[in-house]
Structures are given as C-alpha cells and as structure tokens.
C-alpha cells in the first residue's frame, strides 16, 4: 500500500485528506501539522470575535482521523525532506517515509521590513493563537491599526472594532481592496467603513513603527504621525516554502513552490497544493483554487490524470456584516473595448458597476459594494456567458420582475458552478433533489458540502432547492430565507402579536445570523403593514426606492409621482405640478394610473421638489412602494351620459381610504361608471364597476406581463357594503400572502381558490371579518404622509443627501435632449 504524508494540516490539507477518503483510495495517510489542532476553517476565523470557539471552526474533530485511518500528528513542524531517501523529519526529530508527498503549507502573513515591526503590541492575523493574542492584548489599549486595506486587513478592522478599540486602516495604495475594487468602489467603501467607526488613511507608506519597546504610533514617510498602542500587520501573504526551499525543490522568485497543470513539483513525487503552490506564476490566496488543487492530486493519486489545475477565476466576496463587497471576473474592466455601467448611491453606500463585452452580449466582471446580493448570479452570468437583457442597467438599479422568487437561478444551465469552494453545479444540487429525494438545505448540504467553504452560494443553493421542489410538485415551506424559518404569513402574526416595532428586535427575539437583503426589506415592509408607520424610519433595512420614496430610473435620478385620487385634478395643481417641473428640468409624463409622473430628479432635490408639491396640496402617491397606488376611474355619471354611478367621487373616496397601505406588494384598482368599463377595473387587484342597483366588486386581477381578468366577487352591493368587503379583502391578502405576491398569484394558489376567497370575505367563513375590518380601521387612522413627515424633520431631511458627510452631488448624471424635454442617455450609444 502506497504511503502519503501530507504536511500541513490547513483547509487544504484536510480537503485532499477528506477527498482521499471519499474516493476510497487504498494509501496510508499520515499528516504533520504545526498547529496545535487538527484543521480549521480559517475563513470564517473573525466569527471567533462573536462567540464561535476553536473547537466550533474545527473543519473535523479528532476522532474523524481516527474513523478514517488517517494518523495525525499535531504540533509537529516538518523541517527537512530527504527525496533521496523519500522521508521526512520533523522539529521534535521524528522520521518518516513516504511514496508521495503533499505540501499544504499554506502562507503566512508578509510583514514588511519596517523599523519597529518587533515592538510589543504588533501582532498578525492568521490563526487562533494570533487571534487569542490580540484580544488579549486589546484588552489594554484603546486605539489600534490594520496596516493593510486588503481583503483580510478589512476583516481585521472590524475584528479591532468589535473589540471596542478606535480603528485606523492604514493603506499605501491610494484605495482600499487594490486588486479588487476600482476607484468609486473604494470611496463608497470608505463611506461605510466610517460608519463603523472605522478610520481610514489611503496613500500611506510607513516608515516607522515608533516606540520605546511597545509601539505608541505609526510614522509616515510624508512626516504625518498616527498615534496608536497596537498594530494588526495585514500586508499580504508569503507561503510557506521554507521546508520546499531546504530540499532543492523548485521555487518561485517571489516564494512558493511552482508547480505544473498537476499540481507536480519538480519532483514527480512531490506535489504543493492551496496558498504554498505557484501555479503559472499566480499564487491563489483563496480556498476554493487550493480545494480545486486537492481534487486533481487525489484523482491522479487514485490513477485519474484527466484532469489539471487550468488557473482560478479570484472573484471574491468579503464578508464583514453590514459591508457587503463582491468583485467578480474581470472586476476593473481591463478587457478592450468593454463597457462599463455604474450605479451609485453613495447616501447609503451603494456602488455597482458591471463590465459588459464590446459587443454588448455578455457580462465579463464586474464590482459591488454596499448591496452584494446579485453577486452569485452574475458571477455566474459573467462565468457561463449568459446573454445579457435588452437593458443591462437594469441589472444593477432593479431588474423588472426582481420580486420572483429564485428568477435568476431559474435560467441558469446545469453546469452553472454554484459553489466554488466545493466545485458543486446547479446539476449536481438537482440530482440531489431529484434523484435521492433531498428535501431540505441542511440534507443538501450534507451530501453535497455545498456552502461548507466560505458559505457564499447558501442563498442561491436554497433558491435551487425551492425551485426544484416546487417542479418536483412538493409544497414548499416559503421560510423567507436562511435567517428566518418563517413565512411571511408567520412573521407578520409575530410582529403583530408580539408588538415587535424592529428589524432588529425581531431578528434577535425570531431569527438567526445577521440578516441579508431578503429578509430586511421583506421585514421592514411588514413592520409598515402592520404599524403604518413611517418607512424611512427603518432606513437600514429598505430597498433603494423605499430609501427615497421615490422610484430609482434609468441613469441613477429618481422619479416624483404625487397622488392625483381617482385621476381628478384641478387646473391649479395642473399648473403647479407644471411650475415645479419645469423649475427642476423634470421630464414629466401621464402614467397608466391616471397621474403624472416627473422624471430626472437628484436624490438631493426630492426633499425640496416635495416641500413645493406638498405646499400646493400633494401628498405622496407611494410610486415607490409595496403599497396601494392608484385607483382609476372614469368620468362616470358625472359627465358621461352612461354613467349609472359617480365613479369618480367612489374613486377618490377609495383611494383616499387607503393611501399609504403597505401590502406584500403593489396594489391597484379602479372604479367604472357603467358596465362599459372604461377605467379597466377588471384588470386591477380590486375593480368596482357600477350597476342600476349599485356596485359590482371584482378582485385579483392583474395587467403587466402576466394578464389576468379580475373575478367577480359580490355582485349590486351598495357602496358601504361595497368598501367594508373590500376592507377584508385587502386586510386578508396582506395577512396571508406571500412576499411580493400579487393578489391574482395569491388567489391562483389559494386552495379552494375564488369560492373560498368568497366564503371568507363575503360569507366572513372563518369569523374574521370584524377582525379584518378593525385592522384596516387602525391602518386607515394611522396614515399619515411620508414625504410631509421627511420634509419637517430635519433629521430625515438630511438622509437625502448623495453624500452623507459632504455636499456634493451625484458627479455621474448625464442627459440628452428628447423632444424638448431631458432623458438619460442610452448605455451603449454613450
Ligand atoms: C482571516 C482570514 C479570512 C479569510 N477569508 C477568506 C475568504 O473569505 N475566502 C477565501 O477563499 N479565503 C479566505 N481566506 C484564505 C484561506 O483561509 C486560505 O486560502 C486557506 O486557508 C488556505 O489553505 P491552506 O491549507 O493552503 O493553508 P493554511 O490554511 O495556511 O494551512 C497550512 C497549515 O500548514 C501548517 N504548516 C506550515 N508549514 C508546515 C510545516 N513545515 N510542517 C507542518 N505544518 C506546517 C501551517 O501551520 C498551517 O496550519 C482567509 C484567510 C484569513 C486568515
Ligand atoms: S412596461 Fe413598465 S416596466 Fe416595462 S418599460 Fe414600461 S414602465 Fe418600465
Ligand atoms: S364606464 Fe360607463 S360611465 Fe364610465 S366613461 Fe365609460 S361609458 Fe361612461
């Protein structure tokens, strides 16, 4: 039997191991490692600053080696390899003999050659000693650095940060992230880390880690100073190529062991795999390339040489809370001729920027900081060459239909890989699903280790998951993602019940983990459903448009729509909407909702543009949000010699009634003078057409890509019952449907369908209807105009702003002319 020692027992090390075992390879096993415990995860090291301990990151305990007839000494550092004799020895004076030899000996930190690195009180971040080390430490001292604005130097900042030091990042380029971010990226980056309190100096070359024995600041070469008791050196990584060296194997100028397509040294015995491994002069500071390299030198191992290391695609996702940075393919455009889009939304930290292909057809890379929920799907669409939609913007500022659930995954191919780490395809998930009957995430992930490695992938593994099951015809628990195992539905009955006012407060009483860009604005939607009240107060957790009340357009302006009820307006306010637009250089257009939409507005603009509207007696027409928007109507009898009813007046009253109802999406509706139907009421979610005898209701319909007539619920009601059914109705969707569901997809799944929507409403089946009624009651007397409270409170006020500390505005706007009027430019004739 063969013979394998591997030295180094990193994520690597322990990966080649576990794959050695899972192809049931017939080889002795034995593992040196230099740590004094079996492997760990070192990516999610920093989770060891909120509670997890040494023993939770262990990437398998002890006993597994045993189960696996691997041995595994730890604490024991390999110093010299005899491939004459093909055996190793090790600091304690330990021999031994191998066939093959595996190299996973990763990296250490680089610390530069500054004067003063010995100091007490500069440390490094790699392992769980270096981090026992610095909480120690910071137990001491109030202020602290990272001298690196990488990757790794940013997870260490907010490490010192949540060790309650004050907190520098120190960087010599003059952006954070160099190899990943581009200019904008950096500042918006920059931005957010401010709001963790973390200070950061750009175009800083140290000269001096000054001190008298421990170091009391950092002195620049531009003669500034920065006092602090503590440094995080976070300056790159070296590998580990010492013992590589000491043998006469071939190593890269730079460090590291080169290696061929094979992951072979120069000795045909010996391979290096993960960070101590140069493969085409790259050295991958990542653990999906060095998991990738595991594979190949087992299957080689177990006689497979069909496959070879062909270099690693470094998109890279960082994973600090509340900073998300995703850089992905070709990151800063270096690709001729391609075209990049941005988006930026520097208020709250957004930044997005995609490089599409000279011909217009595909995505190569691209940056995302501060919103990096897309970053899976357009890796994958930059990896598997995706056509792109007619709009490519749209992809970065709210591609139209974002609210189906799982839509991206849906188009992509089976060999989609999904999780890097692990090398996992959308293939290989649904076979799982399909064929050996997985029914849950946690089952997933234990047959196929999907989101084991860094854990990126897990939203986009859940979609695959829920899509397949649902083709596969099972009911699938709607959780709303992986920090809430609970439906909408359940989580508005919890916020209700238990008088939960808080993102937060209901993330810690009902949820786990940090929370995502699912859940928070599906909660913050909720929270306004259910208490009507002020949006912009949980400015945290919304979407860009609830952010701003207004409607993000094409070219990065913003969309102003105040309610014109029922479509009716007086000359006065015809002038006045005419008056503001023209002062502001609006575009201004009718919408299909009877209103008038005016386009082109800076976001710092929206608070004074409102001020004027709601000076001249406009309310917000919540065009922005999952809340009812108009009521359409038709002249009805008040002008047209068919009318049987005043639509417009019952218009008005309704749209009056229910302004400002946040809901689990979009509401429309309409009110009809006669069976005639001019307003279209039966293409609406509730549409009111009048009769001789009174009022005909109708519900769930639906215009958009997706047509359907609305049903007839009740038919001649008069007008009080018309509203009080039209109450429940409402108050039942928002109750029970699922999130950004409209009502005619909430009725096509409704077991029972419209005879049970009918029993409940207009029968009151379950004895709810006064229930229903009174929460509508509550909602109806809690109204209050947003844009009016924003407008008064300087403190909202101030949120609209495109900087949140500086003046400036958006620098990125352009126009062009369009028939009198500005538009913005088309993306690809820029
Ligand atoms: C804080 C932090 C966050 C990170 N975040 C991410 C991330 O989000 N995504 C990502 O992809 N990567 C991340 N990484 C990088 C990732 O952890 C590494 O790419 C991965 O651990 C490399 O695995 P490895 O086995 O090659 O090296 P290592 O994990 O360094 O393991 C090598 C082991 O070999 C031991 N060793 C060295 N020489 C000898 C010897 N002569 N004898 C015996 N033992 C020896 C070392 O002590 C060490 O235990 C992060 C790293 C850090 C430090
Ligand atoms: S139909 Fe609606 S979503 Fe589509 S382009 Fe027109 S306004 Fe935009
Ligand atoms: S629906 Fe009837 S009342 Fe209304 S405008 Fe048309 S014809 Fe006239």
């Known amino acids: 039997m063969k013979r394998i020692i591997v030295v180094g027992n990193g994520m690597v090390g322990y990966k080649f191991c576990e794959k050695l075992r899972k192809q049931g390879v017939a080889a002795e096993v034995i593992v040196y490692g230099e740590e004094p415990r079996p492997a760990y995860d070192r990516v999610h090291l920093s989770s060891f600053f909120s509670g997890k301990t040494a023993e939770d990151l262990l990437m398998a305990p002890a006993s597994w080696y045993e189960e696996h007839h691997i041995v595994l000494h730890t604490g024991e550092l390999v110093t010299e390899i005899d491939r004459q004799q093909k055996t190793i020895t090790t600091h304690t004076g330990k021999t031994d003999r191998y066939d093959y030899l595996?190299?996973?000996?990763?990296?250490?930190?680089?610390?530069?050659?500054?004067?003063?690195?010995?100091?007490?009180?500069?440390?490094?971040?790699?392992?769980?000693?270096d981090l026992n080390q610095i909480i120690d430490y910071g137990k001491k001292v109030s202020r602290a650095a990272v001298l690196g604005g990488g990757l790794l130097g940013l997870e260490a900042g907010k490490a010192l940060v949540d060790l309650g030091l004050e907190t520098h990042i120190v960087?010599?380029?003059?952006?954070?992230?160099p190899r990943q971010l581009d200019e904008q990226g950096?500042?918006?980056?920059?931005?957010?880390?401010?709001?963790?309190?973390?200070?950061?100096?750009?175009n800083k070359s140290t000269k001096e880690i000054a001190g008298n024995g421990k170091l009391d600041g950092l002195e620049f070469v531009d003669g500034s100073f920065l006092?602090?008791?503590?440094?995080?050196?976070?300056?790159?990584i070296r590998p580990r190529d010492e013992v590589a060296k000491g043998c006469g194997l071939e190593v890269h100028p730079r460090g590291g062991v080169v290696v061929n397509d094979f992951l072979q040294t120069n000795d045909e015995n010996i391979f290096a795999i993960g960070e101590v491994a140069v493969h085409?002069?790259?050295?991958?500071?990542?653990v999906a390339p060095g998991y990738e390299m595991a594979d190949i030198v087992v299957r080689q191992i177990a006689g497979d040489f069909s496959k070879t290391f062909q270099g690693f695609d470094m998109s890279t996702k960082l994973k600090l809370m509340g900073?998300?940075?995703?850089?992905?393919?070709?990151?800063?455009?270096?690709?001729?001729?391609?075209?990049p889009i941005a988006f930026q939304d520097k208020h709250n930290g957004v930044y997005k920027r995609i490089n599409i292909s000279a011909d217009g057809k595909h995505l190569l890379g691209g940056i995302l900081v501060g919103d990096a929920k897309q970053y899976n799907l357009f890796h994958q669409m930059a990896a598997n060459k995706m056509p792109l939609p007619a709009q490519p913007e749209s992809l970065i500022i709210g591609a139209p239909g974002k609210g189906e659930e799982g839509a991206g995954v849906k188009n992509l191919p089976d060999s989609a890989q999904i999780c890097a780490c692990e090398n996992i395809t959308k293939g290989d998930l649904v076979f799982q699903i399909t064929e050996k009957g997985v029914k849950t995430l946690d089952d997933l992930k234990r047959s196929t280790k999907a989101c084991t490695g860094c854990g990126g992938c897990t939203p986009m593994v859940n979609d695959i998951l829920k899509i397949t099951l649902e083709s596969l015809g099972h009911t699938v628990k709607k959780s709303i993602c992986e920090h809430f195992d609970y439906t909408r539905q359940e989580l508005y009955d919890i916020v209700k019940i238990k008088n939960i006012k808080t993102y937060d407060a209901l993330l810690d009483s009902h949820g786990k983990g940090d929370g995502c860009e699912v859940c928070k604005p599906l909660v913050a939607s909720v929270l306004a459903s259910v208490w009507n009240e002020l949006i912009v107060s949980q400015a945290t957790i919304q979407d860009t448009n609830d952010r701003f009340l207004a409607n993000i357009q094409r070219g990065g302006t913003y969309s102003v729509v105040p309610r014109i009820a029922g479509g009716e307006i007086t000359p006065q306010k015809l002038m006045a909407i005419g008056r503001i637009a023209e002062k502001y250089g609006l575009y201004t257009k009718i919408t299909g909702g009877q209103r008038i939409d005016m386009f082109g507005a800076r976001v710092d603009q929206l608070p004074e543009i409102w001020e004027e509207l709601i000076d001249e007696g406009f309310e917000s027409g919540h065009a922005y949000g999952k809340a009812l928007r108009t009521i359409k109507s038709c002249v009805g009898s008040t002008w047209c010699r068919?009318?049987?009813?005043?639509?417009?007046?019952?218009?008005?009253?309704?749209?009056?009634?229910?302004?400002?109802?946040?809901?689990?999406?979009?509401?429309?509706?309409?009110?009809?003078?006669?069976?005639?139907?001019?307003?279209?009421?039966?293409?609406k979610d509730f549409g009111i057409i009048a009769t001789e005898k009174g009022w005909n209701l109708y519900v769930c319909g639906n215009g958009g890509s997706r047509p359907q007539h609305a049903k007839l619920l009740v038919t001649d009601v008069d007008t009080d019952t018309c509203v009080k059914l039209v109450d429940r109705f409402l108050m039942f969707y928002i109750r029970t449907a699922d999130p950004l569901t409209r009502t005619a997809t909430w009725l096509n799944k409704m077991e029972g369908g419209l005879e049970y929507l009918r029993d409940v409403i207009v029968n009151d089946s379950l004895g709810i209807g006064e229930a229903l009624e009174k929460e509508m009651a509550e909602l109806i007397a809690n109204y209050a105009c947003e844009w009016k409270k924003v407008v008064e409170d300087p403190a909202l006020r101030a949120q609209f702003k495109h900087f949140i500390n500086e003046d400036s505005t958006d620098s990125t706007l352009s126009f062009v002319e369009m028939r009198g009027q500005k538009c913005p430019p088309d993306w690809n004739k820029k």
């Open 227 to 236: 006092p602090i008791e503590m440094l995080v050196i976070s300056a790159g």
């Open 280 to 286: 085409s002069n790259m050295v991958y500071g990542l």
């Open 323 to 339: 900073v998300d940075v995703g850089s992905f393919g070709d990151a800063l455009g270096e690709t001729p001729g391609c075209i």
């Open 642 to 683: 068919y009318g049987v009813q005043d639509s417009v007046s019952f218009a008005i009253f309704i749209e009056d009634r229910y302004k400002g109802l946040r809901a689990p999406h979009k509401l429309k509706g309409a009110v009809s003078g006669c069976i005639r139907e001019c307003a279209e009421a039966q293409s």
């Open 171 to 177: 960087e010599f380029a003059p952006r954070l992230m």
């Open 102 to 129: 595996v190299l996973a000996t990763g990296s250490s930190p680089f610390v530069p050659n500054v004067k003063g690195v010995e100091r007490d009180g500069v440390f490094v971040y790699r392992t769980i000693e």
């Open 186 to 202: 950096s500042v918006i980056l920059q931005h957010k880390l401010s709001q963790l309190g973390i200070v950061v100096h750009l």
